[in-house]
Each structure stands twice: as C-alpha cells, then as structure tokens.
T-cell receptor
Framework: DQQVKQNSPSLSVQEGRISILNCDYTNSMFDYFLWYKKYPAEGPTFLISISSIKDKNEDGRFTVFLNKSAKHLSLHIVPSQPGDSAVYFCAATGSGGSNYKLTFGKGTLLTVNP | NAGVTQTPKFRILKIGQSMTLQCTQDMNHNYMYWYRQDPGMGLKLIYYSVGAGITDKGEVPNGYNVSRSTTEDFPLRLELAAPSQTSVYFC??????????????FGPGTRLTVL
C-alpha cells in the first residue's frame, strides 16, 4: 500500500520554463512533507519542506504547494536550469515523536534541456 | 566535516555470504537510519537508531541486523545474503529535536549485488 505516490516517473522541460512535480498521499496523519533531490551515484539531499498548517513554502526558485483537502502537493521550479536535472523524491512524516520516519514516493526523474 | 560516510561503495556477494556495511557520521547527530532503494522504487527504512545502544526495526528489517555502540557509527549486517537484497543502501543521520522537521543527511550509498 503506497502511502506517498508520484505518478509521473519522468518529466522533461526546457531551460527557463517552469517544472511542476506532483505528489499525492493517502495518510491523513502525515504532518510534514518534504522534497529530496538525488543526483546519480549520490545520496538524496534535502530540498524544501512544508508543514501541514501551511499551503505554500518558497525558497528561491523552489516553491512547494500543499492542498490538504486533496491530499496533494507539488514542487514548482522556476526558472528551471540544466543543473536541476535529477530524481526528485516526495516524502512525508508524522508529527511530534514520530516525525523522524520518512515515507518516500518512487521519485520523478526531471530532465531540463538546454 | 565529512558528513555521512559509507563503505564500501560497491560490493558483489555470493548467495549465503555475510557482510557489514559501514556508516559513520561526524555531525554528532542522535538519530541514524538505514534505507534501501530498489530500482524504480522509493527509499524504504530498514532500521533506525535514536541513540547509542538503542535500535528499532523499520519497514523492511528481515535479513538485516544493526548495532549502535557509539554516536558516530551505525553498521548494517547482512548474515545470509540473498538475491532479494540486491539494492542500493543509504545511511542517514539527523539531529532529532522533537519539534518541527529535522533534516536527514544521507551518505553516498553502497551498491550491493547478490549473485
């Protein structure tokens, strides 16, 4: 039973355009949502997070939107750059004492073409 | 400050062999984790530790053992390797404060093949 779903295995965009990566979840107990970025032969690195009490969090070119009623979040990258090409994992965790256990989606491979 | 280091980077095992994947962090983090990532899949938690001497099972612990004798080290042991354990293994650590979300820092991974 997949609690965090990334239904698009891959996404290709042109440099300078917007990249939108989507993620759906089923567990209403999730309290924090994060995006991790992974380059080949490296470990994932934390990109951005959002608490369930917010609907938007912005950090430079990266913005995460959360729609709790739809159990959906998305990562927007504007403008996209070739260096953004990587696998992006959506992850979620509970609150308080359990907020260290991450549940990951399968990932979306983003390719930004020059 | 090296962060999280893992050894070896690659390993090929025969069915039934044993090995230990090493993980060390130099950030004085209290929490440490082992994940595996199978092709086309997300990361799944194998074991985690909330401090030296304390470990607990994650989502997929069967076939693995861990120990945490120091804050820095969190080795993962495979006793009887099986082809189903072919995967990329990631170690991670975080400073868990009990408030908000505490970022997990990942090592570069160990690619294990069991033939």
């Amino acid at each position: 039973d997949q609690q965090v779903k990334q239904n698009s295995p891959s996404l290709s965009v042109q440099e300078g355009r917007i990249s939108i990566l989507n993620c759906d979840y089923t567990n209403s107990m999730f309290d924090y949502f994060l995006w991790y970025k992974k380059y080949p032969a490296e470990g994932p690195t934390f990109l951005i997070s959002i608490s369930s009490i917010k609907d938007k969090n912005e950090d430079g070119r990266f913005t995460v939107f959360l729609n709790k009623s739809a159990k959906h979040l998305s990562l927007h990258i504007v403008p996209s750059q070739p260096g953004d090409s990587a696998v992006y994992f959506c992850a979620a965790t509970g609150s308080g004492g359990s907020n260290y256990k991450l549940t990951f989606g399968k990932g979306t491979l983003l390719t930004v073409n020059p | 400050n090296a962060g999280v280091t893992q050894t070896p980077k690659f390993r090929i095992l025969k069915i039934g062999q044993s090995m230990t994947l090493q993980c060390t962090q130099d950030m004085n983090h209290n929490y440490m984790y082992w994940y595996r990532q199978d092709p086309g899949m997300g990361l799944k938690l194998i074991y985690y530790s909330v401090g030296a001497g304390i470990t607990d099972k994650g989502e997929v612990p069967n076939g693995y053992n861990v120990s945490r004798s120091t804050t820095e080290d969190f080795p993962l042991r495979l006793e009887l390797a099986a082809p189903s354990q072919t995967s990329v293994y990631f170690c991670a650590s975080s400073r868990h404060t009990g408030q908000g979300y505490n970022e997990q820092f990942f090592g570069p991974g160990t690619r294990l093949t069991v033939l």
